[in-house]
């Protein structure tokens, strides 16, 4: 067995030690959640959220306006934003799970980790390739692996896990932006325009899901033009911005409908006053009517569950 079968063989061990039961759990250490799914399932709309997914077995797919991102054994993906996004987990069985570990993304501690990482440089070079995606997949490094190892065997140890938990989490950090892509993201999050501009712009949308919205206004929130601003936000979310504000009303109004809220309520929570338009959108979204959410998502559990 080589060193790296053997690496990952680790991780799956501990993987499978901590997580003896479906769906996804907390920790002790804040932010870092572990996950486990028997079953696979059809592609469906997802929100899915900012965050690191360090992959130990089965494998699921994240569609993105016809790019695929994956994770499962070997593989991670990492996004800085909340994508809308179509999911469909390919690899999953009692036998064989999907299994792997979540990181929920926190911009402004990795914004102050890259002006460490500069210093005493100013921005780094240019890459002969720069994408601005907030999304990507890739294979799991021997450092991060190795991070991965240490952060899960700290939570045999409560005292451990408190101490060394959040400082592995900023060395996951830092393994991602210094060693993936070719140090594309530490560039394009050092500029701080693309990713930084929408991030403003989703959050606007996020936080007035119940408002209409247009594309001069977010433009003006970020101050740029309107057709700079919808040609920066495909680039990096994938999706027009009003397509974007759609899909994240209609997965809010699911869990809203999930928690027990009627489709009245519901569709004025999330800015919509024609009912009629809520229920068609929404079946067009999800493939059921708002009133039979309950029962078509309870069928679907685990495996519709994040990551």
Avoid: W
Avoid at 77 to 83: D, K, N, P, T, Y
């Amino acid at each position: 067995m080589d060193y790296e079968t053997d690496k990952h063989a680790e991780f799956l061990e501990l993987l499978q030690r901590h997580i003896p039961h479906d769906g996804v759990g907390s920790t002790s250490i804040r932010n870092l959640h572990t996950f486990r799914i028997t079953k696979t399932n059809e592609r469906k709309p997802q929100v899915y959220p900012p965050g690191i997914v360090i992959g130990a077995q089965g494998k699921k797919h994240i569609y993105l306006e016809g790019n695929r991102y994956s994770y499962g054994r070997g593989y991670m993906v990492a996004s800085f934003l909340a994508m809308a996004a179509v999911c469909e987990v390919v690899e999953a069985s009692p036998e064989k799970p999907l299994l792997g570990i979540g990181i929920m993304m926190d911009l402004n501690r990795i914004s102050k980790m890259i002006v460490t990482m500069n210093q005493p440089a100013a921005i780094p070079d240019k890459p002969n390739k720069s994408e601005p995606s907030a999304i990507f997949s890739a294979p799991i490094k021997e450092n991060l692996l190795d991070a991965a190892i240490r952060l899960m065997r700290s939570l045999d140890n409560p005292i451990e896990a408190v101490i060394l938990g959040e400082s592995i989490i900023d060395e996951i950090y830092f393994r991602i932006l210094s060693e993936e892509q070719e140090g594309r993201l530490n560039y394009l999050l050092q500029q701080r325009g693309q990713i930084q501009q929408i991030a403003k712009a989703v959050a606007h949308l996020q936080y007035n899901l119940d408002k209409p919205v247009s594309i001069d206004e977010l433009a003006g929130l970020v101050n740029m033009s309107s057709s700079g601003f919808h040609k920066k936000f495909k680039q990096v979310m994938h999706s027009t911005p009003l397509q974007y504000a759609k899909s994240i009303k209609l997965n809010r109004a699911q869990g809203y409908l999930m928690d027990g809220k009627g489709v009245s309520e519901t569709a004025y929570m999330v800015g919509y006053n024609n009912l009629a338009q809520f229920s068609r959108e929404y079946k067009r979204h999800f493939g059921f009517l708002p009133s039979a959410t309950g029962e078509a998502v309870a069928s679907a559990l685990p495996s519709s569950y994040m990551p």
